[in-house]
């Protein structure tokens, strides 16, 4: 079992930054890949990025790509994403998540645990 809990998120207002962290407890940390997902009010989640075991490599949705930077520590057992020219579209629950798939790091079912999510609300 990996226990998650997301902190960070908060109001900004457009064109500024949010640093959102995960700390992981219970199984080894460097065992998972780490990803973060978002869910606005009526759609469906989707996925934002994903850091790979050693966090050598990266991925990312192309609506978030060179605003968003995801990072891990595997001695501190947390996984960050650094969130800059924040925009009101990007106004979401975001969750983070723990898989042990070696392929389908865009895909929620690749993940077999997942945080409790923290709200991001960016204004106009």
């Known amino acids: 079992q990996v226990q998650l809990v997301e902190s960070g998120g908060g109001l900004v207002q457009a064109g500024g930054s949010l640093r959102l962290s995960c700390a992981a407890s219970?199984?080894?940390?460097?065992?998972?890949?780490m990803g973060w997902f978002r869910q606005a009010p009526g759609k469906e989640r989707g996925f934002v990025a994903a850091?790979?075991?050693?966090?050598?490599?990266?991925y990312y949705a192309d609506r978030v790509k060179g605003r968003f930077t995801i990072s891990r520590d595997n001695a501190k057992n947390t996984v960050y994403l650094q969130m800059n020219s924040l925009k009101p579209e990007d106004t979401a629950v975001y969750y983070c998540a723990a898989g042990g798939s070696s392929s389908g790091w865009t895909r929620g079912y690749a993940y077999d645990y997942w945080g409790q999510g923290t709200q991001v609300t960016v204004s106009s």
């Open positions: 219970g199984r080894s940390f460097s065992d998972y890949v």
């Open positions: 850091v790979s075991w050693s966090g050598s490599s990266t």
